[in-house]
C-alpha cells in the first residue's frame, strides 16, 4: 500500500543525484558561481568605496552594501538557463525524462539543485560584500560621529536584507529555470529572463515615465520589487514593502515555473 510513496521518493532522490551530477561535471558551472560572487563583491565594494559622508550621510548603508546583486543575478540566471537548455541543445534531455519518466520529478530536481547552488553561492557573495561594506564605509565618513552606526548582521533589518538577497538569488535562478523549461533555446531564453531583469529598473530609473507607470512598475516588475527586501531605512516611502517585494518576485518565479512545467508536459523532448 505504501509503495507508491517510497518509489516516488527513491525516484526523486536519483533525479537530484543526477542533476547534482550533471551540473558539478559542467566546466560553467563553477565559472558561474565563481563570476556571481566577483560581481556582486566587486560591485559592492565599488559602490561602497565612491560614497562619501558628510554628503551622502542618508544612504541606506545596508542596500548600498549589497549593490552588487543586481549585476550578480546575471550570472545566476545564465547559470539556470544553460541548466535546461544545455541539455536540449546536446539531446542529454531524452535521457533525462527516459529516466524520469515523470516530468515534473525531473523539473522539481533541477529547481531544487539550481536553487541549492546559487544559495550556497549567494551566501558567500552576500557575506563578503557586507564585510567589505562594513571595512570600507568608516574610511568613507560614515561613523558613529556622523549618525551612522557600523554594519552587522547582528541588526534585525540588516539580517533581514542579506538573507532575503540570498533568497531573491535563488528566485531568480528558479524564475529563469522556468522560462528556459517554456523557450527551450539558450539564446533566446538568455535574451528574455536578462530583458526582464534589466529593462524594468532601466525605464523606472530613467525617470520619463507617468508616475503611475513608474510605480506600478517598481511594484510588480520582478526585480524592482525582490530588490525592496533590501531596504532598512524609510520602509513607508518605498512602493512596496520587502517581504511583499520578495513575494512578487516568487510569483514571478512560480508562474514561470508552473508554465514551463506544462509545457514540459505537453511537448515532446
Given at each position: 500500500m505504501n509503495t507508491a510513496p517510497r518509489t516516488d521518493a527513491a525516484t526523486l532522490r536519483q533525479a537530484l543525484h543526477a542533476e547534482w551530477t550533471k551540473l558539478r561535471?559542467?566546466?560553467?558551472?563553477?565559472?558561474?558561481?565563481?563570476?556571481?560572487?566577483?560581481?556582486?563583491?566587486?560591485?559592492?565594494?565599488l559602490a561602497a568605496g565612491v560614497v562619501k559622508c558628510p554628503g551622502s550621510c542618508d544612504q541606506d548603508t545596508t542596500r548600498l552594501s549589497l549593490t552588487g546583486i543586481l549585476p550578480g543575478q546575471a550570472a545566476v540566471a545564465v547559470l539556470a538557463v544553460l541548466m535546461m537548455t544545455g541539455e536540449y541543445s546536446s539531446g542529454m534531455i531524452r535521457i533525462t525524462l527516459t529516466a524520469v519518466p515523470r516530468r515534473a520529478t525531473a523539473l522539481a530536481a533541477k529547481a531544487t539543485v539550481?536553487?541549492?547552488?546559487?544559495?550556497?553561492?549567494?551566501?558567500?557573495?552576500?557575506?563578503?560584500?557586507?564585510?567589505?561594506?562594513?571595512?570600507?564605509?568608516?574610511?568613507?565618513?560614515?561613523?558613529?560621529a556622523h549618525g551612522?552606526?557600523?554594519?552587522?548582521?547582528?541588526?534585525?533589518?540588516?539580517?533581514?536584507?542579506?538573507?532575503?538577497?540570498?533568497?531573491?538569488?535563488?528566485?531568480?535562478?528558479?524564475?529563469?529555470?522556468?522560462?528556459?523549461?517554456?523557450?527551450?533555446?539558450?539564446?533566446?531564453?538568455?535574451?528574455?529572463?536578462?530583458?526582464?531583469?534589466?529593462?524594468?529598473?532601466?525605464?523606472?530609473?530613467?525617470?520619463?515615465?507617468?508616475?503611475?507607470?513608474?510605480?506600478?512598475?517598481?511594484?510588480?516588475?520582478?526585480?524592482?520589487?525582490?530588490?525592496?527586501?533590501?531596504?532598512?531605512?524609510?520602509?513607508?516611502?518605498?512602493?512596496?514593502?520587502?517581504?511583499?517585494g520578495l513575494g512578487v518576485l516568487a510569483a514571478w518565479a512560480a508562474?514561470?515555473?508552473?508554465?514551463?512545467?506544462?509545457?514540459l508536459r505537453l511537448r515532446d523532448a
Open positions: 561535471t559542467v566546466p560553467s558551472t563553477g565559472w558561474l558561481l565563481l563570476t556571481t560572487i566577483a560581481l556582486t563583491l566587486g560591485a559592492s565594494a539550481v536553487t541549492g547552488v546559487v544559495m550556497a553561492a549567494g551566501t558567500a557573495a552576500v557575506l563578503c560584500s557586507v564585510l567589505a561594506a562594513r571595512f570600507i564605509l568608516p574610511g568613507n565618513g560614515f561613523t558613529s551612522v552606526l557600523a554594519l552587522s548582521l547582528g541588526n534585525g533589518p540588516t539580517l533581514r536584507a542579506a538573507a532575503g538577497s540570498v533568497l531573491y538569488l535563488a528566485l531568480i535562478a528558479l524564475l529563469s529555470l522556468g522560462l528556459a523549461t517554456a523557450l527551450r533555446d539558450s539564446g533566446a531564453s538568455i535574451a528574455v529572463v536578462l530583458g526582464l531583469l534589466y529593462i524594468v529598473p532601466v525605464l523606472t530609473g530613467l525617470g520619463t515615465l507617468d508616475p503611475a507607470w513608474e510605480h506600478r512598475l517598481q511594484r510588480y516588475g520582478p526585480t524592482t520589487a525582490g530588490l525592496a527586501i533590501q531596504a532598512t531605512k524609510d520602509l513607508k516611502t518605498l512602493p512596496i514593502g520587502p517581504w511583499q508562474a514561470a515555473l508552473l508554465a514551463g512545467g506544462l509545457l
